[in-house]
């Protein structure tokens, strides 16, 4: 079945510094992929849409300079935490379907950030 | 808004008994539900989906059923087992256009020995 790799599953970093996320799909093409947000116990937040050559959309209240987004290739997006700060740590998550009217929705492992 | 959300924050339930999650969603034009798993730590794992035009869908030990008069979904597990121990969100797709997926808040699922 459709895979995504999420890298890394974990992430340290200092305040002030920046974390690249990579979100892959292995075995198909994602003309769209989803980043999610999610705090403790709490549900997934849609953050943003990529889609592949074009801008992100963000949902309302997502800053756009904080979180920058790039989904340069159909089988490649990256989410950039810039200027992290503690309010950052979070779990992300991202998602890659191969058409967004289609049914199948492949979610990645997930990655812990930590920002001290 | 469009949200999703789940009756119950939490489930406890005795192993071998039957287990019901219910979600109520708010978009009458979402065409696409779909059921995750999701243990700590990790990604949502996909349980069953289930599109707007289908009432029930049925796979193996899982059960969803739509009910669009009250825009309600249900999660039936049969023969609840401790390996469901988990947290259970629905998810619906309200734009097709946009693909983008909106969960509901979750429910946990606790499973005694």
């Known amino acids: 079945g459709a895979v995504v790799s999420q890298h890394p599953s974990r992430v340290i970093c200092k305040s002030g510094t920046s974390v690249k996320i990579e979100c892959r799909s292995l075995d198909f093409q994602a003309t769209t992929m989803f980043w999610y947000r999610q705090f403790p116990k709490k549900s997934l937040m849609l953050m943003a849409t990529?889609?592949?050559?074009?801008?992100?959309?963000?949902e309302q209240g997502v800053e756009k300079d904080k979180f920058l987004i790039n989904h340069a290739s159909l089988t490649l997006s990256t989410l950039t935490v810039t200027s992290a700060h503690p309010e950052d740590s979070s779990f992300y998550i991202c998602?890659?379907?191969?058409?967004?009217?289609?049914?199948?929705?492949?979610f990645g492992s997930g990655t812990r950030l930590t920002v001290v | 808004g469009e949200s999703v959300g789940l009756h119950l924050p939490t489930l406890s339930v005795q192993e071998g008994d039957n287990s019901i999650i219910n979600c109520a969603y708010s978009?009458?034009?979402?065409?696409?539900f779909i059921w995750y798993k999701q243990e700590s730590g990790k990604g949502p794992q996909f349980i069953i989906d289930i599109r707007s035009n289908m009432d029930k869908r049925q796979g193996q030990r899982v059960t969803v059923l739509l009910n669009k008069t009250v825009k309600h979904l249900s999660l039936q597990i049969a023969a609840t087992q401790p390996g469901d121990s988990a947290v259970y969100f629905c998810?619906?797709?309200?734009?097709?256009?946009?693909?983008?997926?909106?969960f509901g808040q979750g429910t946990t699922l606790q499973v005694k020995p």
């Open positions: 998810a619906e797709r309200g734009w097709s256009n946009t693909g983008k997926l909106i």
């Open positions: 978009n009458s034009a979402s065409d696409y």
């Open positions: 990529s889609n592949e050559g074009s801008k992100a959309t963000y």
């Open positions: 998602s890659a379907v191969d058409r967004p009217d289609n049914y199948g929705y492949t």
